[in-house]
């Protein structure tokens, strides 16, 4: 978390800083397979141990792409990444998303957040972007890098 205080009134202050890191998660066979049984996505390379083994060019099963993005929320709520004032937020989008690196079974991943930008979209609304980069333990480059985007909300949601 940067320094000093991160409220709703100095995001302003915050943009090209690094808001925090989370810790290290490792990536289970569990997981991963839970992720293709929501998604549908059963591709070999994700779910048959055996095979990846032996055909695949990692030597193990891999991580979906969309299942280590999908821990975005999850990790910046646990680094309390909302500002100070902020009643509500919701995810809005993502702007631009690079997978990088594969992540193979067993691998450690944690999140580095930078905030991007901050725009008063009126009405008690705050829409952020963060620059997001799913690092992996002993690798060079990450797993992926996303800018995302949230609605901020400082006045309760109109219902409706």
Same mark, same amino acid.
């Given at each position: 978390m940067p320094p000093k205080e991160y409220t709703i009134e100095n995001l302003n202050d915050f943009i090209g800083l690094e808001l925090g890191v989370s810790d290290w998660i490792t990536v289970t066979q569990e997981d991963i397979n839970k992720?293709?049984?929501?998604? @549908?996505?059963? $591709?070999?390379?994700?779910?048959?141990?055996?095979?990846a083994k032996k055909e695949s060019p990692f030597g193990t099963t891999i991580a979906h792409g969309f299942y280590s %993005?999908?821990? !975005?929320?999850?990790? $910046?709520?646990?680094? +309390?990444?909302?500002?100070? +004032?902020?009643? $509500?937020?919701?995810?809005? @989008?993502?702007?631009? !998303?690079?997978?990088?690196?594969?992540?193979? !079974? +067993?691998?450690? %991943?944690r999140l580095r957040v930078v905030l991007i930008f901050?725009?008063?979209k009126g009405f008690g609304r705050i829409l952020l972007t963060t620059k997001n980069t799913m690092e992996i333990e +002993?690798?060079?480059?990450?797993?992926?890098?996303?800018?995302?985007?949230a609605m901020l909300y400082?006045?309760?949601?109109?219902? @409706?």
């Amino acid at each position: 978390m940067p320094p000093k205080e991160y409220t709703i009134e100095n995001l302003n202050d915050f943009i090209g800083l690094e808001l925090g890191v989370s810790d290290w998660i490792t990536v289970t066979q569990e997981d991963i397979n839970k992720f293709a049984d929501c998604t @549908g996505d059963h $591709q070999w390379i994700h779910v048959d141990v055996e095979r990846a083994k032996k055909e695949s060019p990692f030597g193990t099963t891999i991580a979906h792409g969309f299942y280590s %993005l999908s821990m !975005v929320p999850m990790l $910046q709520f646990k680094l +309390g990444l909302l500002p100070k +004032g902020v009643l $509500q937020a919701t995810n809005y @989008g993502l702007n631009k !998303v690079r997978f990088v690196e594969p992540v193979p !079974v +067993g691998s450690r %991943l944690r999140l580095r957040v930078v905030l991007i930008f901050a725009d008063d979209k009126g009405f008690g609304r705050i829409l952020l972007t963060t620059k997001n980069t799913m690092e992996i333990e +002993g690798k060079d480059r990450p797993a992926f890098v996303a800018d995302a985007l949230a609605m901020l909300y400082t006045k309760p949601m109109p219902k @409706g």
